[in-house]
């Protein structure tokens, strides 16, 4: 019992309830261990099992990405019902909501990215190595061509005349707004990604390591209410490849780069943007 007690008050010393405040929060030991920076180029990757199950993990979770999300942009409610189409917040649901339940299912396996511009996001900020990150890209845009070759398949007349689903800047908006719609989403996903995963927060707070899906998918849910009238929601480019192969229309190859070059820029930022603040690496004099 003796043990015990001083168990109890080493932990009460260690962990006050008061915690500090501003600055002085900032001058603490830390409680944490920073994973270190990988390897820019890590060849040894290539004869592990698990660099493989990853990828089909992010190949397998960005095909059912791709499947369920480009139905509900298609409307699959019949319109003679009273419930002709789901809407702007139903195809907002439908995206937030597949990202909340696959970054679940597949973290423990890959990191649940399901998206290059989160890939080359992490892959900036040290995360991951340079094989990986090419290794989840050609996944996840192979498993995004299937997913919408399958809706496709499906539903070939509706696929056709609903615009299979694909990434255009809308009328009554240049391709400037759209570029600049597509940076400021994919920054605010790939900042929550970083956030949300910070190595910091997991120590502190021990429930963040199971929620952080559920801030993810809510980003992707809040960018797509404000940006589907302009471009219809990239910051996704497999998703927006996916979906322009199977559906090939010539206005949707002309506007196509904007959801490569947005989305890579946004990443970009937040990730120059996690290493300065979130991770408070100093300059160097």
């Known amino acids: 019992m003796e043990g015990k007690e001083e168990d109890v008050k080493l932990g009460a010393n260690k962990f006050n309830e008061r915690q500090p405040l501003g ?27 698990s660099f493989y199950r990853a990828g089909i993990a992010e190949f397998i979770a960005t095909f059912l990405f791709l499947y369920i999300t480009v139905l509900t942009v298609m409307g699959v409610v019949k ?22 339940v696959l970054v679940y299912c597949t973290a423990g396996i890959s990191g649940g990215h399901i998206n290059p511009a ?11 190595s340079l094989t990986r990150a090419v290794w989840y890209m050609v996944m996840q845009c192979l498993g995004a061509i299937c997913g919408a070759g399958v809706v496709k398949g499906f539903q070939k007349t509706l696929y056709q005349t609903h615009g299979g689903g ?39 707070d021990s429930h963040v390591p199971i929620l952080a899906p559920l801030p993810i998918g809510f980003a992707v849910f809040l960018v797509h209410l404000a940006t589907i009238p302009i471009t219809g929601t990239g910051i996704n480019p497999a998703r927006s490849l996916g979906a322009a192969i199977i559906f090939n229309n010539e206005h949707a190859w002309n506007d196509h780069w904007v959801f490569w070059v947005g989305p890579f820029i946004g990443a970009a930022l937040a990730a120059v943007y996690h290493v300065i603040v979130i991770r408070a690496i100093p300059f160097k004099k």
């Open 118 to 128: 989160v890939t080359f996001g992490l892959f900036l900020a040290r995360k991951l």
């Open 166 to 204: 694909a990434n255009v800047v809308n009328p009554g908006y240049t391709k400037g707004s759209g570029l600049g719609a597509e940076i400021v989403g994919t920054f605010v996903l790939v900042y929550t990604v970083f956030s949300a995963t910070d190595a910091k927060r997991s120590a502190r």
């Open 79 to 100: 319109s003679d019902t009273k419930c002709g189409t789901v809407g702007i917040q139903g195809i907002a649901w439908a995206f937030g909501g597949m990202i909340f």
């Open 23 to 49: 600055t002085a929060a900032q001058s603490q030991d830390k409680d944490y261990k920073e994973p270190p920076p990988a390897p820019f180029f890590e060849p040894g990757e290539l004869s592990s099992w």
